[in-house]
């Protein structure tokens, strides 16, 4: 790996979902002002065990920034009485990320529905909900950030599988002040259309989500590896983003059954690290 | 899932991977032959045990007509010796094709070398290395069939990924008798492009194959599913493949160390009911 730069500290963003299992709530905020870390995701489970406001109360005089509350979405369901309950569970969690400050709300589609099994229609009826979720969205003022995940996720989490079709959402939404674009490095990094699309994303890249595919990958969801530990170019891909005109947090965002294992402090001494060698 | 009219049976090919861990070759055989299955994919790791002549032998007289040989290719190493080795593979892989009479030889790219993790640079490799086999498989008479794999194979397997990757090479090589693409359902059925693409390959595409992926995939690489039982709508993907121009076989191939445990013959019957109602 060619020796990077040190980054910029204050841009370094810790996603609450690597620290899941061994931290509650306030361990999480503690832990962050301990190792002098400004900004931070909520994860929204950890969220509703106390509530919005009760959270908003614990991050008061933290200063710590909420670049965004993840996740809200699953909106992809062909049946209409499915729907309007999901459309009415991402209202909430509009109203959420407004009370706790956060800059935006991670939108997950949600995935194929066997009753159906017609990418085509289920792509357009994401679509067509999220035109109905604009108004509300920018009345609280947080941006939704559309998250292209993996095409491995688009039976189960989201037919949102690439960066491209995340920019064609958002020239049909016309609405460029509520709906950003989530670039994370584990869904894009083998898209050959991907320096086109993110030149071409600009401006709407709202959060920049890193982490690393790792070569012996034992699950599809939780699997993901330690930046520097992987296969992605990251360095070229943050360049990338940053070429495009993205000058937010780099956040360190690792879904992992492994990683949930060990101890958060020392987890997160090594994110220091590797945000300065593998970043 | 709406009701398909029969198809004809004379188009199924059955892949010998289905039944790797319970058969032998020769078990293989007579079982397509008892199961009246007229064509076969081999698998190269069991065409090994025997040999291409032995093979070849064991074949003749049976009526049995061979789609392609599985697999040959992983020449995306950035170490020029490594490549060379890697080529001479693929070179003795088509002679063996070629000794059993296959119509192509299913090629693999390989994956992302964590000694480069460029892969802009490791798929103009692959392009270059595979220009370099033109006049051999050409003297053969073996169609190589870019298979491209799913996105998730990308640091493993496989930096061919989409099917509008494969149409570029293919444009590239310049060489249309000799590199064909093999259409896998489990790769591209998530793809937004597959219409275009699809329309786009119309000739090119030499072998089919057909398998579902399965809501709750435990495993990247051996856990695909049996058609119908999973999320792809493998009708629509077939009407398509075959309005490009393809008329070739529909061949069921279940990379699956859950249908490895079940009884062969039983596994067979249920293709074949599949073959009708959910190809």
């Known amino acids: 790996m060619?020796?990077?730069?040190?980054?910029?500290?204050?841009?370094?963003?810790?996603?609450?979902?690597?620290?899941?299992?061994?931290?509650?709530?306030?361990?999480?905020?503690?832990?962050?002002?301990?190792?002098?870390?400004?900004?931070?995701?909520?994860?929204?489970?950890?969220?509703?065990?106390?509530?919005?406001?009760?959270?908003?109360?614990?991050?008061?005089?933290?200063?710590?920034?909420?670049?965004?509350?993840?996740?809200?979405?699953?909106?992809?369901?062909?049946?209409?009485?499915?729907?309007?309950?999901?459309?009415?569970?991402?209202?909430?969690?509009?109203?959420?990320?407004?009370?706790?400050?956060?800059?935006?709300?991670?939108?997950?589609?949600?995935?194929?529905?066997?009753?159906?099994?017609?990418?085509?229609?289920?792509?357009?009826?994401?679509?067509?909900?999220?035109?109905?979720?604009?108004?509300?969205?920018?009345?609280?003022?947080?941006?939704?950030?559309?998250?292209?995940?993996?095409?491995?996720?688009?039976a189960s989490r989201s037919v949102l599988n690439s960066l491209r079709i995340a920019n064609d959402w958002c020239d049909a939404l016309e609405a460029e002040d509520v709906f950003g674009i989530a670039i994370d490095t584990y869904a894009v990094w083998w898209d050959p259309d991907l320096p086109r699309e993110l030149a071409r994303a600009g401006k709407r890249i709202c959060n920049f989500h890193i982490n690393d595919w790792l070569e012996d990958t034992q699950d599809l969801r939780l699997d993901r590896g330690m930046p520097g530990d992987g296969l992605i170019d990251i360095p070229g891909i943050r360049r990338m983003v940053e070429a495009a005109g993205y000058t937010g947090h780099r956040e360190i965002e690792i879904f992992s059954a492994r990683w949930w294992q060990r101890d958060p402090d020392e987890m997160i001494r090594i994110v220091k690290e590797r945000y300065h060698t593998a970043v």
Request: proline residues 4%.
């Open 2 to 154: 060619a020796h990077q730069p040190g980054l910029n500290e204050s841009l370094l963003a810790f996603h609450q979902v690597n620290v899941l299992q061994k931290w509650s709530m306030q361990q999480f905020i503690d832990g962050m002002r301990r190792h002098h870390i400004g900004a931070i995701a909520i994860w929204r489970d950890k969220l509703r065990e106390h509530g919005a406001t009760a959270v908003a109360r614990m991050l008061t005089g933290t200063g710590l920034h909420v670049t965004s509350l993840c996740a809200a979405g699953l909106i992809a369901t062909p049946d209409p009485g499915e729907g309007a309950s999901a459309i009415e569970d991402v209202k909430r969690a509009i109203e959420e990320a407004a009370t706790i400050g956060a800059d935006s709300l991670m939108f997950v589609a949600g995935g194929v529905d066997p009753r159906d099994k017609n990418l085509e229609s289920t792509r357009q009826r994401v679509v067509d909900r999220l035109a109905g979720l604009t108004s509300h969205a920018r009345a609280a003022d947080i941006r939704i950030a559309l998250a292209p995940l993996h095409p491995m996720a688009c």
